[in-house]
């Protein structure tokens, strides 16, 4: 393939089909920018005294580690100046970020992860960044929490980047899923993989096992005949992956197929489910339905939900296209 970097991809999409303004490129070689310096930040580990965990906790009551604050300060430094935002929304932030006064402001609201996975950092397991692109309504100079509110059908692009043995940026601007692996040389994204697709058919779940007394019966049945394989209905053998990092779990699912599963249990009725919606469910809804999957939250398409809330959470089945349709019937019926 000829070597295609970042900037010259999004050039290309702009002439070609229109679909990218100069401001949503600038926002993505910004994002780019941002995830490499987190890229380096957590590749530095120990030596830099950023392990561990900071005197802090997040909006979730979760403890932050140290990383997890720089990689958000990294985020919003890399986009404040740039004039393409309205606003930022981030996991690590129990409000969105205004735009500062001394900097123009643009159309696009951008909701980010910034280190997902980060309990696996002390341990040097694969973790990664979730970015998600909505526009700001018309008209609004000061957005507020109601305006992010968006169902994820209305993002304009998605994106993560998986901090692991490379560093990749994978995307989507709505036309198909796009890898580039970081040239650390040249210190410049290189296009490896267009239009990345999901086998339809798979056999290999992902879920964490631990908490399967406290499922809903229909993800009770559907991961015993998983676990019957050959023997049960299903009629073939499956295999079991769970990194926990949802960036790590989506990308192998994105690049072999799969299906991740995090659904809600009894521990906490009133909680939908683990991850949030916001910035980890809809932008990797986005990704994988554009790569040909299909993601529920066990009864409807989750880019159809209508958040309620910034930091909602949402139970997430999503990737291979056959398996998540069957588990999502097992809830239907
Ligand atoms: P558990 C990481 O903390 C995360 O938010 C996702 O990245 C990951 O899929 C999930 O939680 C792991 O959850 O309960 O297995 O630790």
Redesign the pocket.
Known sequence: MRRVTLTQFLIEEQRKKQIIQSDLRLLLEVVARACKAISIAIGKGGLADVLGSAASENVQGEVQKKLDVISNEILLEANEWGGHLAAMASEEMDHPYAIPHRYPKGEYLLLF?PL?????IDVNVSVGTIFSVLRCPEGIVQPEEHHFLQPGARQVCAGYAVYGPTTLLVLTLGSGVHAFTLDREFGSFVLTQRDLTIPPETKEFSI?M??MRHWEPPVKRYIEELLAGKTGPRGKDFNMR??????A?VHRIITRGGI?M?PRDAREPDKPG??RIMY?ANPMSFIVEQAGGAATNGRQRILDVQPQTLHERVAVFLGSRSEVERVTSYHLE
């Not at 997902?116 to 696996?120: I, L, P």
């Not at 769970?242 to 960036?247: F, L, Q, Y």
């Open positions: 992860d997902d996975g980060s309990s696996n964490n631990s908490n769970w990194v926990a990092s949802m960036v779990d991740f995090y683990k991850l980890e």
